[in-house]
């Protein structure tokens, strides 16, 4: 089946210092991906919408600026996450529409923790 | 955003006992999917099950089954002859024609062995 790789795992930065998540669709070409934020024990809360080729459309509160999302190809979106702060841990999880299935495929999710 | 509700934050069942949980939704639309994942502690997130609102039949997958009921905005899922792997926070999810999903508050569900 499809598989999306989720990378990294887990990582752990520093306060005021950006971090790169990166999402891939293995086996399969991904023009829409999406990313979501999961603190423990809760929902996911979509924070935006990446669309190969162009700029990612966020949802209501989600900063841009400090979310940054590049899809540059068919097979990978990646999140940056800018001058990270305490409040910024949590659970990062993306995923990715698959045209022909209707469904959706999920990365395994990263655990950042800024210290 | 469409809002969809799961009352049940916790279930318990019994290993090789059936246990349903509940989904309500609440949309104007007349064509959408329904989903139900599944999380497991590894916070991978698996699909269970999926129902297309046109097909008025309901979506089984082996011992996984759903009820829905178009008219009263219900998708509720059954688990049969549950064992211990089925435990996990499974999530109702809702997905609009603009392709985004919207995920109810989830249901944690032990199994007893």
């Known amino acids: 089946g499809a598989v999306v790789s989720q990378h990294p795992s887990w990582v752990i930065c520093k306060s005021g210092t950006s971090v790169k998540i990166e999402c891939r669709s293995l086996?399969?070409?991904?023009?829409?991906m999406f990313w979501y934020r999961q603190f423990p024990k809760q929902s996911l809360m979509l924070m935006a919408t990446s669309n190969e080729g162009s700029k990612a459309t966020y949802e209501q509160g989600v900063e841009k600026d400090k979310f940054l999302i590049n899809h540059a190809s068919l097979t990978l979106s990646t999140l940056t996450v800018t001058s990270a702060h305490p409040e910024d841990s949590s659970f990062y999880i993306c995923?990715?529409?698959?045209?022909?299935?209707?469904?959706?495929?999920f990365g395994s999710g990263t655990r950042l923790t800024v210290v | 955003a469409q809002t969809v509700t799961q009352s049940q934050p916790e279930m318990s069942v019994q290993e090789a006992e059936t246990v349903t949980l509940s989904c309500t939704y609440d949309?104007?639309?007349?064509?959408?999917?329904l989903f139900w994942y599944k999380q497991p502690p590894s916070r991978q997130m698996i699909l269970v099950i999926r129902?297309?609102?046109?097909?008025?039949q309901n979506a089984t997958e082996n011992r996984f089954s759903v009820n829905f009921q178009k008219a009263a905005k219900s998708f509720s899922l059954k688990i049969s002859d549950s064992q211990l792997g089925d435990a996990a926070m499974y999530f109702c999810a809702y997905r609009a024609n603009d392709y985004k999903l919207s995920f109810g508050a989830g249901t944690t569900v032990t199994v007893r062995a």
């Open positions: 086996d399969f070409q991904a023009t829409t």
């Open positions: 129902q297309e609102a046109y097909k008025q």
């Open positions: 949309t104007s639309e007349s064509d959408y999917y």
């Open positions: 995923s990715a529409r698959e045209e022909d299935f209707g469904g959706y495929t």
